[in-house]
């Protein structure tokens, strides 16, 4: 009999078992990925960007902030969705988000069967799928929650192997690509300050002082690298900008508090991984604690900050949990038996099957999902719902010859600048300031009819793209200055008499 005690190469068959498997999946609910509007400008930008060889520096978009400040810290992802549009229409779009949902949840598989038992790994596996699944759109955070996994993965176990030399160039690499795909990266620089500054106190309180040298020269070496962007600081910059922001904090569904009145089923997971912690001891030290805590805050502040509970507190609690008893830990695996033994009959049965057959079985599962790809094609052509895209509406008004300004419902800006229409307001934020937003958002509620009409007229608006269902468009119903000339279950649109 021939024992290996870690086997990479299992792992990651196993992690490509996932991968293609949960692909499989994300194809079959195409639209669920392009639900969000800001898809439509973020793949908008992209081409701006392809089209210029440059990224933008001032708002050309609306005609309500043309020429403001307004930076795109989220090129490179955009020039990707760009990229695959332009390749393969909204297939292609599909396909590149599906491939980096797939890809999240197999890098934490693949963490958690590295040091888990199998099926303990393969459940929280699930449970963490389950759960970040609704924030699983195509928008640039999906690139980040790739990088941010295997960031926080590189940087708990550099601090456990005491180590962060050797680490170092993964460490510039990811936060170079991390600082040009999403925001977020600030978070990154955050943690990742905390652990090397936690490992260097450890060290100099144990007077061990020239081994600090190698945490500060790391400090350095990544802090430099997220300058390196086409805005520079600007990029960590404009992350306190939007998080100071007031009047678009509270009415983005992404930065409000989650709801779990509604959504029950976060409310139950976040209490029985408490619950499951607690029974079985599991206690948390150091740099896990104090990022344990910031991604908790994070979670119970902001919809979006509870994807990223989900997504990090595997990976700082798998080891913690391993340690807790041998029934947790990762196991061993037999390579090769002629006999049984004890050992080899007290391992998962699973994971023996699953081991026999490390290669056929993620061929098999790659196989499936290029045909789940095939069977799915063309139901994927179809596009974003209607609920974010109005299509007909707008073809309505070109058809018509409908020009001038237009106010929108913040939820079709998205696709206004997707179809070259300069917008009142849309998804980016800056260039909108908070009482701009304060003044638009009194607007389309109504919550004073006077100033909301003499908003219209100070902008000059001829016409207007609403919800149904908001108070504006209901008063504009009832007014002889406006024309309803179109309306569906989605959209209406209102014209300025002459």
Not at 60 to 69: I, M
Not at 131 to 157: D, M, N, Q
Not at 162 to 175: A, E, H
Not at 279 to 307: N, Q
Request: aromatic residues 14%; hydrophobic residues 50%.
């Amino acid at each position: 009999m021939r024992w290996i005690a870690s086997s990479d190469a299992f792992y990651v068959s196993i992690a490509a078992t996932v991968f293609f498997f949960y692909f499989s999946i994300v194809v079959m609910f195409p639209r669920s990925l392009l639900g969000d509007a800001d898809t439509l400008w973020h793949i908008r930008t992209g081409q701006w960007i392809l089209d210029h060889a440059q990224v933008p520096t001032v708002d050309f978009y609306s005609y309500t902030a043309v020429g403001t400040r307004w930076i795109s810290t989220e090129w490179l992802s955009e020039i990707l969705f760009a990229l695959s549009f332009k390749i393969g229409g909204w297939h292609g779009v599909v396909i590149l988000s599906a491939l980096a949902c797939a890809a999240i949840v197999a890098i934490i598989c693949f963490y958690l069967v590295r040091n888990l038992r199998f099926s303990v790994a393969i459940g929280w596996t699930a449970l963490t799928a389950l759960a970040i699944s609704p924030h699983f759109l195509a928008r640039p955070h999906l690139f980040a929650y790739i990088v941010e996994s295997i960031w926080v993965i590189k940087l708990l176990e550099s601090y456990d192997r005491g180590d962060f030399r050797s680490s170092i160039p993964s460490f510039c690499l990811l936060m170079v690509l991390w600082a040009n795909l999403h925001p977020s990266f600030t978070f990154g620089l955050a943690l990742f300050y905390i652990v090397v500054g936690y490992s260097c106190c450890a060290k100099f309180f144990q007077r061990e002082y020239l081994r600090c040298k190698d945490e500060f020269f790391a400090v350095i070496a990544v802090s430099v690298c997220a300058l390196l962007t086409p805005y520079g600081i600007f990029s960590a910059l404009l992350t306190l900008e939007v998080m100071n922001a007031k009047v678009g904090i509270q009415y983005v569904a992404e930065w409000l508090p989650p709801n779990y009145q509604q959504n029950r089923i976060f409310l139950f997971l976040i209490v029985g991984f408490l619950m499951a912690v607690t029974s079985l001891g599991v206690r948390l030290r150091g740099p896990r604690l104090i990022a344990y805590g910031m991604v908790l805050i994070l979670g119970l502040s902001y919809a979006r900050g509870l994807a990223i509970f989900y997504l990090l507190t595997p990976i700082i609690f798998a080891r913690p949990v391993s340690d807790c008893g041998p029934g947790l830990g990762a196991q061993p695996k037999c390579v090769q038996c002629s006999q049984p033994t004890v050992a080899v009959t007290s391992l998962d049965p699973v994971l023996l099957f699953l081991q026999k057959r490390s290669i056929m079985i993620p061929v098999i599962c790659l196989v499936g999902a290029i045909l789940v790809t095939a069977v799915f094609w063309r139901p994927m052509g179809l596009g974003p719902p209607d609920s974010v895209a109005p299509k007909a509406a707008v073809d309505f008004v070109e058809k018509a010859g409908i020009t001038g300004n237009v106010f929108n419902s913040y939820n079709y800006g998205g696709y206004l600048i997707f179809r070259g229409i300069p917008t009142f307001v849309d998804g980016r934020q800056p260039p909108y300031a908070d009482k701009f937003l304060q003044e638009y958002y009194d607007t389309i509620k109504l919550r004073d009819s006077v100033r909301a009409f003499q908003l219209l007229d100070r902008y000059k608006v001829e016409w207007v793209l609403l919800l149904p269902e908001e108070p504006l468009a209901k008063s504009l119903a009832e007014r002889n200055q406006w024309n309803n000339v179109y309306s569906d279950k989605d959209a209406v649109v209102f014209v300025r008499s002459r």
